[in-house]
């Protein structure tokens, strides 16, 4: 079977067991391994591993390649004993498609129209589910953001969480962004290629006064070539300002370096998402029907989407503020402020 190397990515030493000579081994394998993100490369390994453990588990010899009676063992392996999601048993397929392709045997045979039909019918279950469970997120509203900045004023935090936590929120409402564009998924290590640095985010001066934010968001989930995409936030002149908070943050910073991620608690330490949802936790569960999943950080990007829809408008209008697939994305790429300027504004009137 493939092997990979210590972050879960092509290892020349495999290569040159297929009969490549050393300099040959490591370039193919350097050129493979910028064919896929670091990310897709350790799950392809995680597959790989899950693969192992139902062999063990389950007492089947799965050996690659894998026929369909094998493939259909995985995944009920996968969905019954492993609990996982549609989407997390795709991921796991597609890990296994690739050690399919670095052995040499054609990966057709993967997803066979039987395997597709299955999937399907566990996502159309998942979905089913979804709709009928009581315990769905609920989106951060204007009344929730003050909520949140009021309880924020009397917790315990320190002056700088309390405007770090508040600076976060109020771009994650305004931009509609997914948490971990902006920021860190762990405290201490971070890729200058897909992290948010502080270079990253401009104040840009507009005419009459006001002033705009340019987060540079780097390999967004909707833009499947590799490209960043820039983000405007508008001066709103409300409590929920983010030129405002973004202003008195930067003012509380400790060091101005560039080439660290934007968003750090006083120790240096990135500041999480895991971290923002368990402050939003412990601020909330005291003042709202407060669940167990109800709010977390992606309830801000279904916020901002929520309070316009309430507004009157358009699902095209929506997608476009959240950067949702759609026809009309090509056309927010090219035209961003002519919806994000007037949801400013709209905001502003709220």
């Not at 992290?195 to 006001?210: A, M, N, P, R």
Request: hydrophobic residues 35%; glycine residues 8%; positive net charge.
């Amino acid at each position: 079977m493939a092997k990979y190397g210590k972050k879960g990515m092509l290892d020349p030493l495999d290569l040159r067991r297929q009969g490549l000579d050393k300099r040959t081994a490591k370039n193919i394998a350097d050129m493979g391994n910028f064919g896929l993100s670091k990310s897709t490369w350790s799950n392809y390994s995680t597959a790989r591993k899950m693969l192992e453990k139902c062999k063990r588990e389950t007492g089947r010899e799965m050996e690659i390649p894998l026929g369909q009676g094998d493939t259909l063992a995985f995944i009920d392996w996968l969905d019954r004993e492993r609990k996982v999601k549609h989407g997390t048993i795709c991921s796991y397929l597609a890990g296994i498609r690739q050690i399919h392709i670095l052995e040499g045997y054609s990966s057709t045979k993967i997803r066979t129209e039987l395997v597709n039909l299955v999937l399907a019918g566990k996502q159309n279950k998942e979905t089913l589910e979804k709709k009928t469970r009581k315990e769905d997120r609920l989106p951060v509203t204007l009344v929730v953001m003050k909520l949140i900045k009021a309880t924020l004023r009397e917790s315990k935090l320190s002056n700088y969480e309390k405007i770090l936590t508040w600076t976060v929120c109020c771009l994650c409402f305004n931009g509609a962004f997914r948490i971990h564009e902006i920021l860190c998924k762990e405290k201490w290590k971070y890729d200058k290629r897909f992290t948010l640095l502080g270079k990253d985010i401009k104040l840009v001066e507009e005419k009459k006064g006001k002033s705009m934010i340019i987060v540079n968001v780097k390999w967004p989930k909707e833009e499947k070539k590799g490209k960043d995409v820039e983000v405007e936030l508008y001066e709103t002149g409300t409590d929920i300002c983010p030129v405002r908070a973004l202003r008195k943050f930067w003012k509380q910073r400790k060091t101005e370096n560039e080439e660290l991620p934007a968003f750090r608690m006083e120790d240096g330490m990135a500041f999480t998402g895991q971290m923002l949802n368990a402050t939003l936790k412990s601020l909330l569960k005291d003042h709202l029907d407060y669940n167990e999943g109800k709010f977390s950080s992606h309830s801000f990007r279904i916020g901002i989407t929520s309070t316009m829809g309430q507004k009157g408008w358009s699902e095209e209008q929506l997608k476009e503020i959240g950067r949702w697939s759609s026809r009309a994305y090509e056309f927010y790429l090219k035209l961003p402020r002519t919806t994000r300027r007037p949801a400013a504004k709209g905001i502003g009137n709220l």
